[in-house]
């Protein structure tokens, strides 16, 4: 056995960056850069007023000026500020050349082609100047950034319609076991419902990759034999990594080209995992217990693609309050289901009694994972613990 | 102006439940139940064995007992067990009928037709009851519930296809401004790139909406003439909503049936936001610096599509402590954006020194938003305060 560190060390190592497409900037919502985005132009590309009001020299207020023209955004002012003189402006124009102030609406009186300035100005006051938010040349996200919402509207204003990212990896998955059917199909005697590929498909796709649902395996050595023909930048197989099923899936993959790298985690819920190679494509055997298939795809599968797509693949960990008292811990890493609360403006950890690694209920009922290293001591009620949070 | 608190309660109030739509369970990732979705059988169906071993009672061990048959997942023992029997039985199988417990492998010896059991046994030990995770009849996710991956897999676990969710409401938008252009296309003199309607699509599809864009709008009458006639469940403007041009867009509206309910929040970014209803669909006209944009599509869209939804529109919340010292807050509510960092254990968030709203490039490098209410106190370095997380 070894640790979950080393496991998922090894499987990252396994995996290097994929190619790339370009993409239209709308589509790029949470697609990986694979380059570095350069702003195009500085923004604002000129100094520009933040509010409605007068464009003057800081000299001539307070004071009563001539309007001698007017600048709104898109509609610059055409000529030149001299002493004297004010230019009407709105929030986002240009500041016209010869003026270092904007004296605000409210500060002014209009009388006629007049105005009216009441209060001394203040050198550069309500004026953005060129290259505020960025300059030309600029940064605005970095190659390996997986791209928010935000971003994309920072991409869009450094004047970048398309955008280089890292293609999806193509993650195949194929659950296996004689039991299974799937929802709504007619059930097989002591069968039950194939139920953690679901979860899985839609977890591959919020990590970015593009999962391919391979179907059910019976228990059969010939139901393997197409695996290593998938095209695929990893192949997954659910379910028969266990003691007594482990020798269907290495015994059937063997011959053709399974490579083993190793084969158990000390980690709970979880340990029969089977990761290597088939051919020259990864391969990672998940267990098939439905909790462990799904903590161990968030503990390996969520890497293996961010390695893949050459971001960072870490996950959202948080140290918060235990609610509840906890055993000392064995020689297994242990992943505790727990809702999270807020009371006084502190959050708690609260553990489900029950942890079997069958119950997708209360994994469906989970805020976060309680990370209980090896060996822990026991733990009591108000002790901080690390959690990782599980996703929407 | 009125409080955020009011204004996102008016908004709110503003919207109901919309129409649904049955789709397939694997299509589902992320969408909103309409209904509660109950399992059609109970999980597991019937007692199954959580180990590799051998199915007998208990009051035979420990001894050597005849193997009788053999259970395995999906291929059930068909008789019953008797008194001084042993059936072979794998993880997932069904526990025959007269056993009442699981001696696993590693506790037993196989000796040709009969197995030596070395320990004694304990009633019910590995066996996990049927109907542990959920019983036929529960409730796996209620009505209003954004599905995650996790319950997926137990929708699926529960033999359940497909699921009426609720429709993605129809969001359209215009940004307006003489100023505006698309990234990529030649640019205005005085004119700037149109950034945040492409935060804006994203952020509407991640939170459940479908984007419509309905492109850029000059600063002109006439370019409002159409937007009555979009169909869409909420119609919102970006920009011209500030004093000074205020006058259009409400110009603009006003004769073709805008009905303003309020257009002023004591907020920062933001303030001039107008929201009310143009015909018999609600309007939001949302303020057209960037910033000012999103944030206000985070505190007002993001409810609305919730309520659209029936969901919860809770954003994520946190208390973490202030790294930097803020001064005393005036009337309006503030967003501050923040870096979070965690140090010894303890999480922070670190206030970005420039706040201005036109600033996306602070925007984007946030992880979240500090919120200070109207009025706070100056707050020092290690004060505890509440952030809202930024979503990816």
Redesign the interface.
Known sequence: MISVEEAVARVTAAFSPIGTETIA??DA??RVLANDVRAK?S????PVS?M?GYAIRTEDAPGTLPVIGE??????FAGTLSAREAVRI?????VPDGADAIVI?EDTERDGAHVIIKVSAQKGRHI?IAG???KAG?V??PAGK?L???????????????VEVRRRPRIAFAAT????S????P?????????????????I??WGGEPI?LGLLP?TIEAFTKLPQVDADLIITLGGA????RDLVQRALEPLGLKVDFWKIAMRPGKPLIFGSLGDTPFLGLP???VST?VCAMLFVRPAIAAMLGTSGEMNV??VKLAASLPANDSRQDYIRARLT?RD???WAEPFAVQ?S????V??A?DALILRPPYAPAAHAGD?V?VTL???
């Open positions: 900037l709308s919502h949470n132009l923004q604002p590309p000129f933040s409605d600048s709104q955004a898109g509609k610059p709105f929030t986002g124009a240009v609406q953005r505020l938010d960025f600029d605005l996200a997986r928010t919402a935000r971003d994309l509207a920072l991409i869009a204003a450094g004047d970048i319609a398309n076991g004689d039991e299974l799937r929802p709504g199909e059930r097989k005697p002591g069968g039950i419902v194939a139920s953690s590929v679901y979860g899985l498909s839609a977890m796709a919020s649902d228990d266990s003691v007594g099923d098939g217990n439905p799904l948080l140290r807020t403006g502190e959050h079997d069958s119950m997708l209920g994994l469906a989970a901080p690390t599980l996703a929407p």
